[in-house]
């Protein structure tokens, strides 16, 4: 459906007039980098240009005092001193002639970037803008901030489009504590923030950046920091500041530009991936030029480069989630988690082969070599003709060669009869591509009495064709091939209806969860962290006999385990499978959004234990999962 880009080259006008150490960093270069990036990686011409337009002044009214945009308004007839004296009334504030202007186009171009995405023109979008918008508040400006442009934006998506749950999210590393004053009683706003905060003492110096802070009256919960899965947000709208990236002079944060790629991905699962992203701060302009592509590459469905760099969360962080979690645990059923801390697994048995120091070939690739040419292939034995597809994904014809396939299927039994052959054949030939980089995702099919032996078959080959470090996730009746090596280089997860158990670190089952709030919890409680600490650069998900799973579930799973391996994710259904999973599954994997969850319920408690239990076993090992401490509350 289509990425917006929403930018208007009069948005370079602003700049400092005089000196000020503070300020100067907001300068127009940063709108030019990012835009001559987005040019220089093809990434400009795949979107649909608009151009902004100037916010009215109702429309500014809609979150700002008469008065100050009055005062705004006037500034464009001051002399040079008389900007310099006003700006001293505010904190980091320069206005200059322009300021006006451009701040109405800022604030004008999130407007046209919601109603872009609210009229189904597009899917998603980004708006470059300047000012940025998050630090400025009802009567005041503050922190290069003139008019809230997300706030706005959000305030006219429920006025002028009747909607009644909106996400903000703000990964900009200050605050915008300009967000959180205007919808702090407001529950159909959830406004959530991370930012740097060093106990009061970065920038803006506020008590309430905490996670204490956690919205008043109707709004109580719906500040700050928690996870997503009751709210259900019809739109997101991110506060998207890049100033949390590496090598920023103001956050000098570690953020690589890949991480605002996963971040982007993950929030495209929500809202039926309506998301739009207005920039906020960020003053490093190769770091910023850098995220920008990310962010605007994710939009357009492209998958995110795998994340570098070791995956053990580091202690102050894992206690700024706690408190946020135990702050809006009164407020939210979904983090109302108690149970008992399960005995960890005894140490010893196999070990992961070095995620961060081992690099992987086909890991690399994505770095060195040019996107795959195909994004997705279709590799079905029986091609269905009611199987609508998108024009970018292709059905694949070719199989691999007689001879090489038959050698492969020898120890397989189910694997002799003829069509379970041809369907072997077939996946080989699509694993082979992506393997070698020509593919980057892909459905095959097997006849569900051969889905075992084929899967077997597929993790050998990818074991033995380049793959350092392979995630299966098998739902339904699929064993782990009991002679596969525990080298440490294949992580195992079932989900089927059995209950949960970690043999090893690398093989985990765990029963599949009844109901949608279950199902979640289960991703993003342990599939998500195991993935993300083991870093495979092969996934596979297998659909197996008996596998219970409804196909917006799977489809779920499958935009969430894109997040990994560079998005080289094989799925493989059983033949029989409806034509709206291959279907659906195909889309997702090329990129487009879910379809909406819907308002889940929350986890049963028997799904909960499951989770517990195998989250308190396996978090000595896999260190991503301390991200979701156990509650007592
Ligand atoms: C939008 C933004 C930062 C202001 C920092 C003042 N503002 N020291 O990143
Ligand atoms: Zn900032």
């Known amino acids: ?86 700006s001293g009334q505010f904190d980091a504030i320069c ?80 605050h915008g504590q300009g967000i959180q004053y205007l919808f702090e009683d407001d529950p159909s706003i959830l406004y959530f923030s991370w930012h740097r905060y060093e106990h009061g003492r970065f920038w803006p110096f506020l008590r309430e950046s905490d996670a204490d802070a956690v919205g008043r009256g109707q709004g109580l919960g719906f500040t700050v920091n928690l996870p997503w899965n009751q709210f259900d947000p019809e739109l997101v709208l991110v506060s998207a500041g890049f100033d949390s990236a590496i090598g920023d002079p103001e956050g000098q944060m570690q953020a690589t530009p890949e991480c605002f790629a996963h971040l982007t991905q993950l929030l495209q699962v929500l809202a039926g991936g309506r998301v739009c992203a207005v920039l906020e701060g960020g003053y490093h302009l190769e770091s910023l030029a850098e995220s920008v592509c990310m962010t605007v590459q994710t939009l357009l469905g492209d998958p995110a480069p795998p994340l570098s760099g070791s995956m053990v969360p580091c202690q102050s962080a894992l206690e700024s989630i706690q408190s946020a979690r135990a702050a809006q645990a009164p407020h939210w059923k979904s983090l109302q988690l108690q149970e008992e801390r399960p005995p960890p697994l005894l140490p010893g048995g196999p070990v992961c082969k070095g995620a961060a120091s ?52 020898r120890p397989h039994e189910s694997l002799a009869r003829e069509e379970a052959l041809a369907a072997l054949g077939k996946l080989l030939y699509l ?53 596969l090596a525990h080298d440490g280089r294949s992580l195992w997860l079932n989900i089927r209806g059995k209950e949960a158990a970690a043999l090893s670190m690398f093989h985990v089952s765990t029963p599949l969860p009844a109901m949608t709030g279950g199902f979640l919890s289960c991703i993003l409680g342990l599939v998500l962290p195991l993935a993300y600490s083991f870093q495979p650069d092969l996934v596979l998900v297998a659909l197996g006999p008996g596998h219970g799973l409804q196909g917006r579930h799977a489809a779920l799973l499958a935009a969430m385990l894109r997040g990994l391996a560079g998005g080289r994710v094989l799925a493989l259904l059983e033949e029989d499978s409806t034509p709206q999973l291959a279907g659906i599954l195909a889309r997702v994997l090329n990129g487009e959004a879910p379809p909406s969850l819907g308002a889940s319920s929350v986890a049963s408690p028997e799904d909960v234990r499951a989770l517990m239990y195998l989250r308190g076993q396996l978090e000595p090992q896999w260190k991503m999962l301390q991200c979701h401490p156990h509650l007592v509350a």
């Open 1 to 86: 459906m289509g990425t917006a880009l929403v930018y208007h080259e009069d948005m370079t006008a602003t700049r400092l007039l005089w000196d000020d150490p503070e300020c100067e960093i907001e300068r127009p270069e940063r709108l030019t980098a990012a835009l001559d990036r987005l040019r220089q990686r093809g990434l400009e011409q795949r979107c649909l240009l608009l151009s902004a337009r100037e916010a009215s002044e109702e429309e500014l009214g809609l979150v700002h005092s008469p008065e100050y945009v009055s005062l705004v308004r006037e500034t464009q007839v001051l002399g040079k001193e008389e900007l310099q004296a006003l």
């Open 95 to 174: 206005f200059h002639p322009s300021t006006f202007h451009c701040a109405r186009l800022a604030a004008g171009a999130g407007l046209q970037l919601v109603d872009a995405v609210l009229t189904g023109a597009v899917q998603n979008g980004l708006a470059l803008v300047r000012p940025p918008g998050h630090h400025s508040q009802r009567a005041a400006a503050n922190g290069f901030c003139v008019f809230n442009n997300v706030a706005i934006a959000a305030a006219h998506a429920k006025q002028k489009h009747g909607l009644h749950r909106i996400l903000v999210v703000d990964w900009d590393v200050h």
């Open 358 to 409: 081992a690099p992987s070939s086909l890991l690399d690739q994505p770095c060195l070599c040019p996107a795959p040419s195909v994004r997705t292939a279709v590799a079905l034995t029986a091609p269905d003709i009611t199987l609508v597809l998108p024009p970018d994904v292709i059905q694949q014809e070719g199989s691999a060669l007689r001879e090489e396939t038959e050698a492969w299927a």
């Open 431 to 483: 694993l082979d591509g992506m393997l070698d980089g020509q593919v980057n995702s892909g459905i095959a099919a097997t006849p569900a009495s051969a889905a075992a032996a084929t899967l077997d078959v597929a993790i050998r080959r990818g074991l033995s064709h380049g793959a350092q470090r392979l995630l299966c996730v098998a739902l339904g009746q699929l064993d782990r091939p009991p002679d």
